[in-house]
């Protein structure tokens, strides 16, 4: 088995310093045909909050993707939920409703491997180098629906453009990781949660 699908890698640097998320999701809009343009769907479609602590991550991006450590106010990241609706969002203003944006959390190497067979390109989140998870040294915070999150470190969003027998092959904002063996993939991905979003027809 081969795949590779044309996905464009386009960098999330200098503007979007923590917006890997977004960028990826304008990676695979691009690669349908789309002019998505990474700053504005930062600015304009992307749920925010204005402080990153205590946010819920799977409601808002925690913080503003534009900002990086350095400053008071900065950005970490968001899961699959807020990703969803800026592409849901984007593609209903482009006036293209046979397109559909699909929350794949949970999804086992089988289903990842029957997208890309369909043609499909997926966002998936890992770390920045497949190294294993870590947290921040920050204090875990309680979310809306009774559970503790723990805020990662060095977590890291990219897309997953293709695989073979061996590899899982990705378009990566930050110009990381092109190949990555796909037992080490699905063990990041794992403890990632299984966190993946295809959009398709």
Not at 73 to 101: N, S, W
Not at 135 to 145: G, H, N, Q, T
Not at 168 to 193: C, H, S, W
Request: one cysteine or more.
């Amino acid at each position: 088995m081969y795949i590779k699908l044309p996905v464009p890698q386009i960098l999330q640097n200098p503007e979007l310093p923590n917006g890997c998320e977004i960028t990826s999701c304008c990676e695979v809009l691009r690669f349908l045909g789309f002019p998505a343009d990474k700053c504005d769907l930062a600015d304009n479609y992307l749920p925010q909050s204005k402080a990153w602590y205590g946010t819920d991550p799977n409601l808002l991006y925690m913080g503003n993707p534009r900002l990086d450590g350095d400053t008071p106010d900065t950005g970490y990241y968001c899961f699959a939920g807020p990703v969803i609706r800026a592409a849901r969002k984007y593609l209903a203003d482009a006036g293209h409703p046979e397109y559909q944006v699909t929350d794949l959390t949970g999804a086992q190497e089988e289903t990842l491997i029957l997208e890309l067979k369909k043609g499909n390109p997926f966002i998936f989140w890992a770390s920045l180098h497949f190294e294993d998870i870590q947290f921040d040294s920050c204090e875990p915070y309680p979310l809306s629906d009774g559970s503790i999150h723990r805020v990662f470190h060095q977590l890291h969003c990219m897309v997953c453009c293709g695989a073979d027998d061996t590899h899982f092959f990705i378009a990566d904002p930050l110009d990381y990781n092109t190949a990555v063996p796909r037992e080490q993939f699905m063990k990041i991905f794992r403890q990632l949660g299984s966190r993946a979003v295809v959009i398709h027809k």
